[in-house]
């Protein structure tokens, strides 16, 4: 059964360095229905698209904007991963999209150096008021190409961002100077384990060159507070239904093909979060 909630006296640990991990958050009955349903979700993988990393790897995921009533979106409503998110953001939290990564044994690409809301402010979200719960669905290890993070670098307010391949990536000189400054740290995983992570956050993770399959679920919250002041291709405010963590193991294998509900799939052309911003050689050097 999942554990619940973060302890309120982790939040103190999520405000300084920007992330916080919670081992076991799900149990191995709920966190393998969650693999085997991703792994052989037709509909999942049949949505997904891949994003150049610049190193000439490419990194595949599925996309989605509302959480639905599959079993993705039961982990999405759960009380544990919400009402987290609500004590990170003080306040009520809605669902801003969900992705599933799959990162591939041998193939899975790189993520660039980024920040979420280094993209996400180009959608009209005015404040940094989002936080990310990065699920594991396989062992993250550095050898598969965990997330790197560099701790308190959420502090550093927004970077510029700019295409790096087809990803959005912050300004490399600023991040440079950062990594003299912070600690870099490989958050290795368990399946089951949630990492809740700041908007502002700068991360990556390598290729994954080994045998074994990465494969992680993202919900992303935003808050009710923090409706964007237009229009874009994620959603504003919609009220979150929250469910009970046992609604995990009542949905049992529900995919995206088991239900009618309109999740909003994303695709590559329109996810604009990146591909609005502009390349490094196509931006104007400061007068």
């Not at 997330?147 to 307010?157: D, E, F, I, P, T």
């Not at 808050?223 to 995990?248: F, G, M, Q, W």
Request: with cysteine; net charge negative.
């Amino acid at each position: 059964m999942a554990s619940g909630p973060l302890r309120d006296e982790l939040i103190p640990e999520y405000e300084r360095n920007g992330y916080v991990l919670v081992k076991g958050m799900f149990d191995r009955d709920e966190i393998g229905l969650l693999r085997r349903a991703a792994k052989e979700d037709r509909q999942l993988d049949q949505h997904s698209f891949g994003r150049g990393d610049g190193e000439g790897g490419t990194v595949r995921l599925s996309l989605w904007n509302h959480p639905g009533d599959t079993l993705y979106g039961m982990f999405a409503r759960c009380q544990t991963i919400v009402n987290s998110a609500e004590k990170l953001l003080e306040g009520e939290v809605y669902h801003y999209h969900s992705k599933m990564i799959m990162k591939d044994a041998k193939v899975g690409g790189a993520w660039a150096w980024h920040q979420d809301y280094g993209y996400w402010y180009q959608n009209g979200v005015l404040f940094p008021l989002l936080t990310s719960a990065f699920i594991a669905v396989d062992p993250a290890t550095k050898e598969n190409g965990c997330l790197q993070v560099l701790k308190g670098s959420h502090l550093l307010g927004r970077i510029d961002h700019v295409l790096t391949g087809d990803q959005a990536g912050a300004d490399l000189e600023r991040v440079r100077e950062a990594q003299k400054r912070l600690e870099l740290v490989y958050v290795e995983m368990d399946p089951g384990d949630v990492l809740f992570f700041h908007a502002n956050l700068l991360h990556r993770s390598d290729q994954n060159k080994s045998d074994n399959p990465r494969w992680s679920m993202i919900c992303c919250y935003n808050a009710a507070r923090n409706d964007p002041y237009k229009e874009a291709h994620h959603p504003r405010y919609t009220p979150l239904h929250k469910v009970s963590d046992s609604a995990i193991r009542e949905a049992g294998l529900r995919r995206f093909a088991d239900s009618s509900a309109n999740v909003a799939w994303m695709s590559d052309t329109e996810d604009h979060s990146a591909r609005s911003l502009s390349h490094p050689e196509e931006t104007t050097p400061a007068q």
